[in-house]
């Protein structure tokens, strides 16, 4: 039984009408909590509902610290979620004189990076003080109540991972950002000014000394002026507005818009650049001198490359902005800086280092086309989470890797020179690095090729939209896998439906499942999974597809799959208390199963295996995520000898 989360409760008295309810919840290391507000299609969020009586009322809505809003892989979306500790707030305006408590209950959904459990309520009591203060109320109902089933089944579980000593979603940007910044060195608006600039400092510095404090002091305000830009940008939009920008259609149609312009500026069609004016301006500034002086040499450098750097750091800032962290534009900023800072203060200070530099040619267009080409690549990454919000399929996964495939494939031929573009020098020959960047860009386009066929491409799976949203399940250019099946399923019993892309017969309803086990003599194969469960769809596409184990899937047991996050309501009719939350009625159908697998099994953690015969009784000890193909089938053979 996993249970990552324990609330509890207080009060704040605010004036002598008013107190704040506060709920506090305290997550276990590597799991996270959803806010209130999540993207459609995502997981179910924090939910708050409260006891309605003339004794109070409430005032606005449940307030949120902030948290952070990241890219998920579970769900494949952007979504603003908590760690370690989330505190909400809910005002209300008390109309009793009297001592009285205020009740409601959580809705609330928690995941780690490979699944997540089912949505869970939990209770909350909130006693009104009668002096000014606090006051504190530990409940956690839900707890006793499930510390009181028996568990019958070891279940094993992973380890803690280690306390994230910075957020993974910041680091990324850092590292990215950085890679950046000395792409943008390459550039030639850039590359060329690294001699011209550091023999300046060492010309006009009296000393050696000098000329080292002058390029230090260059480069703090490279630095300066590009987190200044970035702090801009989270400054006017803010933290809110950033969430907005990643989960926005029309914001990542923008996004889209603007990279493809950017993409087409830098393959050479035309450049950007700020008003001559600009420029003028900040040199006159430049020729004072003086630590001022220098800050606006930085500046110069920032308006003149321009051309060459704006792309990229507009791409970062879409970048930074998409993943809704507030931080994340002046981390990015702080990243580039520091990549273009780094090389002035080295040459600076060991300017023997400069004859070592390549000199300025073709080569510095060649990059700027490179990083154009990802550029485009990126921007239909865009175009896609404004497709899959939408539901419109325009952009499904097959056309997302058509379109990749002809870019990179488009740039392999590039670097081997059978495409020439605007500002291309004449091409004599190839260099063994142009060779060398070739080679990985067809090897990355031969890479998502069978992608289209179906292949995972478990490499850029963040990138491309999930397999389920394709023209086909199975892939183009279709044709069945293998694994043996001797069963006939032309006639597919009520109920059932076959599993993509192995045709295994599968329910997703246990009462006609059990029936058609029962009537094909078969025994039953429990698989307890959710829509949102990574380790589930990994079960499914290395350790299935496995021959002796697609043989026994398909022939020797029937498969009923029991979604524990669906969110479809029960029928009308259909829905039952909640044996776990006494009061309380199941609202949806994977509560239902949700309910059944902590009751019967102990176990709350997907996925689930049980192997059970037509009394529904164990045949063996059911089994969590099992990687190892042997012991899974040692696992699924013994229970089907037993059967027999």
């Known amino acids: 039984m996993l249970n990552p989360v324990k609330w509890t409760t207080s009060v704040e008295k605010v004036s002598e009408s008013e107190y704040d309810l506060l709920i506090q919840a305290t997550i276990e290391e590597g799991w996270h909590l959803y806010s209130q507000n999540v993207p459609e ?21 449940t307030s949120e610290e902030e948290g952070h809003t990241v890219f998920d892989a579970v769900f494949n979306m952007n979504i603003k979620y908590f760690e370690n500790k989330a505190v909400f707030k809910q005002r209300v305006k008390i109309t009793s004189k009297s001592n009285f408590k205020i009740t409601g209950e959580v809705e609330f959904m928690v995941c780690d990076d490979s699944s997540c459990l089912p949505p869970t309520f939990v209770d909350l009591d909130f006693s009104i003080p009668t002096k000014n203060g606090i006051t504190s109320v530990n409940f956690n109902k839900k707890e006793k109540k499930e510390t009181a089933i028996t568990t019958k089944t070891k279940i094993e579980t992973k380890p803690k991972k280690e306390k994230k000593t910075l957020d993974k979603s910041l680091l990324t940007i850092f590292l990215i950002a950085f890679l950046s910044g000395f792409a943008a060195l390459l550039t030639p608006c850039v590359f060329p000014m690294i001699p011209m600039t550091v023999s300046f400092f060492t010309k006009q510095s009296k000393s050696k000394a000098a000329g080292i404090k002058n390029a230090l002091i260059y480069g703090a305000s490279i630095i300066i002026i590009y987190v200044a830009l970035g702090w801009l940008v989270s400054f006017f939009f803010g933290a809110d507005a950033l969430n907005a920008l990643s989960t926005n259609v029309w914001f990542n149609v923008f996004f889209f818009l603007i990279l493809v312009i950017f993409a087409v500026s ?7 650049v700020l008003p001559s004016s600009w420029g003028t301006k900040v040199d006159a500034q430049a020729d004072k001198g003086g630590v001022i002086g220098i800050f606006f ?4 450098l920032a308006i003149v490359s321009f051309s060459c750097t704006g792309p990229i750091v507009g791409t970062l800032l879409v970048q930074a902005a998409a993943g809704g962290n507030h931080i994340g534009p002046i981390v990015g900023m702080l990243g580039f800086s520091l990549a273009l800072a780094i090389p002035f203060a080295l040459f600076a200070a060991f300017p023997g280092w400069l004859n070592s530099l390549p000199k300025s ?35 499904e996964r097959e056309v997302f890797l058509a379109i990749w495939i002809a870019i990179f494939g488009t740039l392999a031929f590039y670097l081997f020179g059978k495409i020439q573009l605007p500002h291309d020098s004449p091409l004599t020959h190839i260099s063994v690095g142009r060779l060398s960047l070739g080679l990985i860009s067809l090897i990355f386009t031969i890479y998502m090729i069978p992608g289209l066929w179906g292949a995972p491409l478990n490499l850029i799976s963040a990138f491309p939209p999930p397999q389920h949203y394709s023209e086909s399940p199975y892939g183009v250019g279709f044709s069945k896998l293998g694994g043996g099946s001797n069963t006939n399923h032309s006639n597919i019993p009520e109920g059932a439906h076959l599993m993509a892309p192995h045709d295994i017969l599968a329910f997703n309803d246990y009462d006609l499942g059990l029936a058609y086990a029962k009537k094909v003599n078969k025994p039953v194969m429990l698989d ?4 949102a469960c990574v380790n589930c769809r990994k079960m499914e596409q290395n350790v299935w597809p496995k021959d002796k184990i697609l043989n026994i899937l398909k022939n020797d047991v029937v498969l009923i799959s029991l979604f524990v996050d669906d969110k479809r309501p029960l029928p009308n009719g259909e829905e039952v208390d909640s044996k776990l939350h006494p009061g309380k009625k199941l609202r949806y159908i994977g509560q239902k199963w949700s309910e059944m697998q902590t009751i019967k099994y102990g176990a709350n953690a997907q996925p689930f295996y049980v192997l059970m015969n037509h009394n529904e009784e164990n045949l063996n000890d059911p089994v969590a995520y099992t990687p190892d193909v042997d012991e899974y089938y040692k696992w699924l053979k013994e229970g089907i000898a037993n059967f027999k």
């Not at 939910?47 to 606005?60: A, I, M, P, Q, S």
């Not at 830098?266 to 950007?272: K, Q, S, T, W």
């Not at 040499?297 to 110069?300: E, G, I, K, T």
Request: no cysteine; aromatic share 16%.
């Open 361 to 395: 040619g073709g080569w510095l267009n060649t990059v700027k086309v490179v990083l154009g080409f990802l550029e485009l690549a990126l921007a239909f990454k865009f175009l896609s989470n404004a497709d899959l919000v939408l539901d419109l399929h325009w952009l």
């Open 528 to 531: 307890f999974t959710g829509k």
């Open 297 to 300: 040499m930085a500046l110069a």
């Open 41 to 61: 299609d995502g997981p179910i969020p924090t939910n708050f509902t409260f006891v309605k009586t003339d004794d109070y009322e409430l005032v606005g809505n």
């Open 266 to 272: 830098f393959l050479g069609a035309f450049e950007i």
